[in-house]
């Protein structure tokens, strides 16, 4: 995704990558530091499985 996103190259914490917990971990800082929305894209080579798990383990964790 860094090389089809260049811009995003020298800044990973903007990228949804890792295993949920980490991706959890990383918009929970950036919750804490005052961010309430986010734009969260997955490139044009997401895959189904990759989605499926970003909907079962991490969108939960963030709902009220």
């Not at 929970?28 to 895959?47: D, M, Q």
Request: hydrophobic share 45%; aromatic share 8%.
């Amino acid at each position: 995704m860094h090389q089809e996103v260049g811009f995003l190259t020298g800044a990973p914490e903007l990228c949804p990558t890792g295993t949920p917990d980490e991706i959890i971990e990383r918009l929970n800082k950036s919750i804490a530091l005052g961010v309430t929305s986010f734009v969260i894209s997955f490139g044009r080579h997401a895959t189904a499985d990759s989605l499926a798990l970003f909907a079962k383990e991490v969108i939960p964790a963030f709902r009220s």
